[in-house]
C-alpha cells in the first residue's frame, strides 16, 4: 500500500514540475501545454502497454526504480531544452508540439510501466491508493508553489 501511495504522489509531482518546466521552455502557451497533457496521457499509456506484458512479480518494484531515476533527468532534459532553440524566437507550431511530445516521452513512459505492472494485481486497490497519493501532492505542489514561486 505504501509503495502504491509513494507512486501516485511521486507520479504527480513529477507531472507537475515537468509541465512547469515545459511552460517555460514554450513561454506558456497554451498549446504547448495541452500537447505536453496529451503527450503524457500517450505516453503513459504506452508504458501500461509494456508494463502489463512483463511477467515476474518484480515488475512494479523495478518499474518505480527506473521511473524514479529518470522523471529527475528529464526534468534535467527539459531545464536545458532552450539551449536548443534559437535565442529570442518564438517556437513555432511544429517545435512546440514536438519538443512537448519529446518532452514528455522518458518519464511519461517510465511511470505508465510501473503502473501497468501495478495493475496486473488488484487494479481497483491500486487506483484508489495512488489516487490518494497524487491528491496529496497536489496539495504540497499547491503549497510549494505558493511559498516558492520562482
Request: aromatic letters at 14%; proline letters at 5%; hydrophobic letters at 60%.
Given at each position: 500500500?505504501?509503495?502504491?501511495?509513494?507512486?501516485?504522489?511521486?507520479?504527480l509531482l513529477a507531472q507537475a514540475l515537468l509541465l512547469r518546466e515545459i511552460a517555460q521552455?514554450?513561454?506558456?502557451?497554451?498549446?504547448?501545454?495541452?500537447?505536453?497533457?496529451?503527450?503524457?496521457?500517450?505516453?503513459?499509456?504506452?508504458?501500461?502497454?509494456?508494463?502489463?506484458?512483463?511477467?515476474?512479480?518484480?515488475?512494479?518494484?523495478?518499474?518505480?526504480?527506473?521511473?524514479?531515476?529518470?522523471?529527475?533527468?528529464?526534468?534535467?532534459?527539459?531545464?536545458?531544452?532552450?539551449?536548443?532553440?534559437?535565442?529570442?524566437?518564438?517556437?513555432?507550431?511544429?517545435?512546440?508540439?514536438?519538443?512537448?511530445?519529446?518532452?514528455?516521452?522518458?518519464?511519461?513512459?517510465?511511470?505508465?510501466?510501473?503502473?501497468?505492472?501495478?495493475?496486473?494485481?488488484?487494479?481497483?486497490?491500486?487506483?484508489?491508493?495512488?489516487?490518494?497519493?497524487?491528491?496529496?501532492?497536489?496539495?504540497?505542489?499547491?503549497?510549494?508553489?505558493?511559498?516558492f514561486p520562482g
Amino acid at each position: 500500500m505504501g509503495m502504491f501511495l509513494l507512486f501516485g504522489f511521486y507520479s504527480l509531482l513529477a507531472q507537475a514540475l515537468l509541465l512547469r518546466e515545459i511552460a517555460q521552455v514554450f513561454t506558456a502557451h497554451e498549446l504547448s501545454l495541452a500537447a505536453a497533457l496529451a503527450c503524457w496521457l500517450l505516453w503513459t499509456a504506452a508504458g501500461v502497454r509494456l508494463g502489463a506484458r512483463a511477467s515476474d512479480g518484480r515488475t512494479f518494484s523495478r518499474g518505480c526504480i527506473i521511473f524514479a531515476v529518470v522523471a529527475p533527468l528529464n526534468l534535467l532534459l527539459a531545464r536545458l531544452a532552450p539551449g536548443l532553440l534559437p535565442g529570442l524566437s518564438q517556437p513555432g507550431l511544429f517545435t512546440m508540439l514536438a519538443g512537448s511530445a519529446l518532452l514528455c516521452l522518458p518519464a511519461g513512459l517510465a511511470n505508465g510501466y510501473a503502473a501497468g505492472a501495478a495493475l496486473r494485481g488488484a487494479p481497483g486497490f491500486f487506483y484508489a491508493v495512488e489516487a490518494a497519493g497524487a491528491a496529496a501532492a497536489g496539495l504540497f505542489t499547491l503549497f510549494y508553489y505558493r511559498y516558492f514561486p520562482g
